[in-house]
C-alpha cells in the first residue's frame, strides 16, 4: 500500500512542477509597464496574434481617454493589433512583429510562456533585442 501511495504522490508532485509550454502564449497579459493589456488569440491560422484590449486611462494624454488615444500614425490605439507574423519553433514563437505604438514602429519578434506563466516578449532589430516580461491578467 505504501509503494502505491508513494508513486501516487510522487506522480502529482511530478505533474504540479511540470514546465508550462512555450507555444501556450494564448491569454490576457499586462505589458511590462502595466499600462496596457493585450489578448493573444489566434489569428486564424493556429498562430497567434496580439490585440490591444484595455489602456490604462492614467497613461493616455491629457485631453484623450483610452478609446480615443492614437497612436505616432494617428490610428486608434485600443483594438490595434501589435503581434503577429509569427512561426511555431520548438522553443517558442519566432520570425513575428511587435509594433510599438508610441512610436509608430515594427520590430521583430519573438514569443514563449516561461515556467512561470509570464510571457517573454522580445522586440529585435537584427541580433539586438528588449525583453519584457508580461504577467496573465486574471
Known sequence: MKPVLFALVSLALAAGSAAADPLNVFGTFA???ENSHIEIADCGDGT???TIVWIDPASV???KTPETATDADGKKILGLTML???EKKAKGWAGGTIYNPKEG???GSRIKRLDD???EVKGCI???CKTQLWK???
Open 31 to 33: 505589458t511590462e509597464e
Open 136 to 138: 496573465p491578467v486574471a
Open 105 to 107: 514602429k515594427t520590430y
Open 117 to 119: 506563466g509570464v510571457l
Open 61 to 63: 494624454s491629457d485631453g
Open 126 to 128: 537584427g541580433p539586438l
Open 84 to 86: 503577429q507574423g509569427f
Open 48 to 50: 497567434p496574434c496580439g
